[in-house]
């Protein structure tokens, strides 16, 4: 693993996995997405990983119209890194992943390292009663689904989004995922630095134990060496203690409203910014350096935001 003397801070800042019934706070709304994305970059967030939303009804999207509502107020707002998902929505074709990371052309862009079984039925157990007729089955089926990313499909979004310089956070939920990231690198379809994102906690994949965050890295040292950069992600309530825990290992870490509602025990965040701030303070706090965005630039070797297409 490449040692850094900073710590970069990414902040996850709607995804597609909790729903509006689930927070008052989750951001929905392109102006929201917006200010919530500033927020965390004014707390210390260099990269922003963004999803977007049908504003009315608070859906899962990844039609470039909605992100042109959006990605301009940030660029403009901010000297965050963009990072785009190619993970989309949970059962959208590959075309419709793809297509907002392929108008916008960004610095970075998420790419998922395998299929998995990808169980989120559970996240809304304590729900009472949704908000828009769409968030209960888009959970319940989850207990029958299978988030693809086969080699073929990998393949295709490394080809078509590396040719616009863009480079990725490879998400790896689990061991195998960073044996495939091995295979494209051996084969020459992506390039060192590599930004390896460790996810724990999603049913279905790594479970969220230190022993297994252990063994992920002891594996991507074995596989990557000095070629990479380890970020730690974790669901839920294990968000804080997993990613402070990387980042006492020489990792970077990820927050955020995509990952975890809450602040605390019980009590939500009000926003993607309270989170950074947070980590911020607890990483301070162990004599670490928080990373710019251009600190982070230069470590990733992206290609700058004026090398975008918004």
């Not at 927050?255 to 910014?273: C, I, Q, T």
Request: proline letters at 6%.
């Amino acid at each position: 693993m490449k040692r850094s003397d900073k710590v970069i801070i990414s902040c996850a800042i709607t995804g597609s996995i909790h729903t509006p019934s689930m927070s008052p706070y989750l951001p929905v709304t392109p102006q929201q997405i917006a200010e919530s994305a500033i927020g965390a970059a004014e707390a210390g967030a260099a990269i922003l990983h963004l999803h977007a939303r049908d504003p009315q009804t608070g859906r899962p999207t990844q039609n470039p119209e909605v992100y042109k509502q959006f990605l301009p107020i940030i660029k403009d707002g901010s000297n965050a890194i963009v990072n785009i998902t190619t993970g989309g929505g949970l059962g959208m074709s590959l075309d419709e992943r793809l297509a907002a990371a392929k108008w916008a052309q960004p610095e970075i862009a998420s790419m998922n390292m395998g299929s998995f079984n990808f169980n989120i039925s559970g996240a809304g157990g304590r729900i009472a009663s949704f908000r828009n007729d769409w968030e209960k089955p888009y959970l319940d089926m989850t207990k029958d689904f299978i988030l693809s990313n086969t080699f073929a499909q990998i393949e295709r979004g490394m080809t078509e989004l590396g040719a616009f310089g863009t480079r990725f956070e490879f998400e790896c939920y689990d061991v195998g995922h960073l044996y495939n990231l091995a295979h494209f690198a051996d084969r020459g379809l992506v390039q060192p630095p590599f930004f390896v994102q460790a996810i724990f906690g999603i049913l279905g994949g790594i479970g969220p134990e230190p022993e297994n965050l252990m063994h992920m890295k002891a594996t991507a040292d074995r596989l990557f060496g000095n070629d990479y950069y380890l970020s730690i992600l974790a669901a839920g309530r294990h968000q804080l203690p997993f990613v402070t825990m990387g980042a006492i290992l020489g990792g970077h870490v990820r927050v955020g409203l995509e990952d975890n509602l809450y602040l605390g025990k019980g009590e939500l965040a009000p926003s993607n910014a309270d989170q950074v701030r947070k980590i911020r303070r607890i990483l301070e706090e162990l004599s670490l350096t928080i990373a710019t965005p251009d600190d982070a630039r230069r470590m990733l070797q992206t290609k700058g935001p004026e090398n975008t297409a918004f």
